[in-house]
């Protein structure tokens, strides 16, 4: 009996001792979440923009005194809903909206029209172009050129409707020696889905072959065209065209890329 008790005795003891140095031993360290991110740079082709904060920060110098037209460098940037706020020359707040960043993808984020304090004139407003998956390549094959086409032209104020848009359908004329223009093809209508380009929406021609395009952009309202581009396009590289500016004068902004940034979801 005495026997037994004192084995009772020593087997609480053992086992108080085996959890004391169990919960004595370090927990495993479990490393916290990654935030997803994303790649994006931010396109001006407004007059009124003079400083843009991205959740009260300025990722890039150049958004600290924002030119007409310009681009930004590349960035990273927490995905989500990220607060935008735009400053007029006079610093008054003339956007102060939430944009949705896609996660682990290279975005475009692009402001253009013209602020007015009369609501009903105000046409400033923000756009996307997604450039793709921050892993995955989307530079052109090699030898070929990428062209992506964007209507950035919010629209203007007209007295019949508030903001009247301007919608494009798209020509184009190729050739490949610049020396030599007689060698273009006819004028050809190349949107791909035979609508027109209106704001906010954009298209690319993928693995075009280099050479000179004259693009022409018509008013689908009254068949006019309002404005053109004619430009070499070089092997190897991305191009944009974004369309902005006014009713008056509608201007191409030309965006040439040489490269991508390539980059990891487990950064």
């Known amino acids: ?21 169990t919960g004595c031993l370090e927990e495993p360290t479990i490393a916290p979440a990654k935030r997803p991110y994303s790649v994006m740079r931010v396109v001006n082709l407004s007059n009124s923009s003079k400083q843009i904060f991205i959740d009260s920060k ?4 150049s958004l600290n005194d924002v030119i007409l037209p310009s681009t930004t460098v590349y ?17 008054d707040t003339i956007f102060n909206n939430n944009v949705e960043i896609i996660s682990y993808e290279r975005e475009i984020v692009i402001f253009g029209g013209s602020y007015s304090d009369v ?15 921050i892993y995955f390549n989307a530079m052109p094959d090699p030898g070929k050129v990428h062209i992506i086409l964007a209507n950035a032209f919010p629209g203007y104020y ?7 848009p301007v919608n494009f359908a798209v020509f184009a004329a190729y050739w490949q020696d610049p020396a030599d223009s007689s060698a273009s093809f006819d004028t050809t209508y190349i949107s791909y889905t035979a609508d027109p380009l209106k704001f906010g929406f ?21 068949s006019s065209f309002v404005v053109a581009d ?8 991305r191009y944009y065209l974004f369309i902005y500016g006014n009713p008056d004068e509608f201007s191409v902004y030309r965006n040439e890329v040489e490269s991508l940034p390539i980059r990891s979801i487990y950064e």
């Open 202 to 222: 954009s298209f690319a021609i993928g693995n075009a072959d280099p050479g000179s395009y004259k693009f022409s952009f018509m008013n689908e309202a009254d």
């Open 119 to 133: 609501s009903e004139n105000n046409t400033f407003s923000s756009m996307k172009v997604s450039e793709g998956e």
């Open 1 to 21: 009996m005495w026997l037994k008790f004192k084995l009772g005795i020593f087997g609480i003891i053992f086992l108080s001792t085996l959890v004391f140095l």
């Open 230 to 237: 004619s430009s070499y396009f070089s092997a190897d590289k």
């Open 75 to 91: 960035f990273d940037m927490n995905s989500g809903k990220r607060r935008f706020v735009v400053k007029d020359a006079n610093q």
């Open 158 to 164: 007209s007295e019949s409707v508030e903001i009247k």
């Open 58 to 61: 300025q990722p890039d110098g």
